[in-house]
């Protein structure tokens, strides 16, 4: 399968934008594998569904590449780099470090992406995974199943967030799955009323995703 063999300018029908440039680009052309591709409309698709009415349409994505010279799953077409997503009435500015905003509610927005991203990608590198990340949310579908994998640092770095701000858990972002992390990743899971086996039962994790986005998107916590 050809990395490029797909080029293409909208997903899920939201058109594609590219803001690092001073350049205007009228038009920004993604390339990728076809696979990648569709996991890519899916994903546009939630952020419109997930959304509540105030947040209007999904107007466009911004991203900072798909299929570019960079190393591992970028040159082989299976990588995406999200820059911002706007609705009409909302923005999530990955590229602006929401991830570290003053308001909380920037903050569950955030979350809420990055949990609706993680239900079609393996790996997403957020702003709380490291520095080269702090500027871009990063979506690749390396890693095999979609199920949560406590010894992923993407993983559990992500958790340890939405902990924060969903339910007041205090944690260190540091990665380590420890009982702290553990215990607040169980209360999350009870409000929201999925069973605890999200890393062995990929459908269960998807729907704690599903449900995570739906409160984090409307600034309400668990
Ligand atoms: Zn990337």
Redesign the pocket.
């Known amino acids: 399968m050809a990395a490029t063999e797909r080029a293409y300018r909208t997903i899920g029908g939201v058109p594609l934008r590219y803001l690092r440039s001073d350049v205007r680009v009228r038009t920004y052309y993604a390339r990728s594998t076809a696979a990648f591709e569709d996991k890519l409309d899916a994903f546009a698709h939630d952020l419109g569904r997930a959304a509540p009415p105030s947040y209007g349409a999904v107007r466009y994505i911004a991203t900072?590449?798909a299929y570019v010279n960079?190393p591992k799953?970028?040159g082989l077409g299976r990588?995406?780099?999200l820059d911002l997503v706007r609705w009409q009435g909302r923005t999530c500015a990955p590229i602006r470090g929401h991830h570290g905003h003053a308001r909380r509610a920037v903050i569950r927005r955030y979350i809420g992406v990055d949990a609706l991203a993680r239900r079609r990608f393996k790996y997403v590198?957020d702003g709380w995974y490291n520095a080269a990340?702090r500027d871009?949310l990063?979506?690749?579908d390396g890693g095999g199943a979609l199920v949560f994998n406590a010894g992923y640092r993407s993983d559990t770095v992500f958790i340890q967030a939405a902990a924060n701000v969903m339910i007041n858990a205090r944690l260190a972002v540091d990665g380590v799955y420890g009982p702290k992390t553990r215990r607040a990743f169980a209360t999350m899971k009870d409000r929201v009323g999925i069973a605890h086996r999200v890393s062995s039962d990929a459908r269960l994790y998807r729907a704690f995703l599903w449900r995570l986005a739906l409160r984090a998107l409307r600034n309400k916590g668990l």
Do not use: C, S, Y
């Open positions: 900072a590449g960079k799953l970028h990588a995406f780099d590198l990340h871009h990063h979506l690749d």
